[in-house]
Structures are given as structure tokens and as C-alpha cells.
Nanobody
Framework: QVQLVESGGGLVQAGGSLRLSCAAS????????MGWYRQAPGKQRELVTT???????NYADSVKDRFTISRDNAKITVYLQMNSLKPEDTAVYYC?????????WGQGTQVTVSS
């Protein structure tokens, strides 16, 4: 099992920045991908960004050039730097990890962007 604990959410004005962190623990050997998804009220959970062990990344078009994912392999922690935040970025952000064929999720952290 892999446990994921997020931190860093909160309330910010449009145009502001936030940084989310997600620390993995447990059976972390074999994790190949880590990243972030989000779910806004009344909407389905959607991909924000992921990073593979080789450093390759994948971003949703809506966040490209504003959000940046990074990873500290020694700490098994992934970060999401969010800049130029918009009200439509308001959502619960979930940390994600894939180990072998299993997927794991954090409990979620609320990000609210006021206009």
C-alpha cells in the first residue's frame, strides 16, 4: 500500500500563487508516476499533471504555462507550483501515484480562487 498526504491548499485571489505538496509513504518502491488531479463541484475528476520517473511530464492544456510539477525522489514527494491562478482553478486537488498496476489517491486538498 501507498499512502499519500497532501498539503498547501487554501484561498487565494485571482492572479495569485499556491504550492501544493504530496508526500508518499509505505510501499513506495515501484512507484512510476506521481501527479495531480482535480475535481470541481459538479464536475468529474480531471488530470492536472503527472510526472514519470524519467522526468517526463504531462499537463492539461488549461494549466500549461501556469502550473509546474516537480518531484523530490529522495523524499518521495511531488510538488505543484500554481501561478496565475484563475477562479476556474477552484477545485479539490488530489495527489496521485501509480505503482505497478495499482493507483493510489490522497485525501484531497481544497484550492479556492476568488475573483
Amino acid at each position: 500500500q501507498v499512502q499519500l498526504v497532501e498539503s498547501g491548499g487554501g484561498l487565494v485571489q485571482a492572479g495569485g500563487s499556491l504550492r501544493l505538496s504530496c508526500a508518499a509513504s509505505g510501499s513506495v518502491l515501484g512507484i512510476r508516476h506521481m501527479g495531480w488531479y482535480r475535481q470541481a463541484p459538479g464536475k468529474q475528476r480531471e488530470l492536472v499533471t503527472t510526472m514519470a520517473n524519467d522526468g517526463s511530464t504531462n499537463y492539461a492544456d488549461s494549466v500549461k504555462d501556469r502550473f509546474t510539477i516537480s518531484r523530490d525522489n529522495a523524499k518521495i514527494t511531488v510538488y505543484l507550483q500554481m501561478n496565475s491562478l484563475k477562479p476556474e482553478d477552484t477545485a479539490v486537488y488530489y495527489c496521485y501515484a501509480k505503482r505497478l498496476v495499482n493507483e493510489y489517491w490522497g485525501q484531497g486538498t481544497q484550492v479556492t480562487v476568488s475573483s
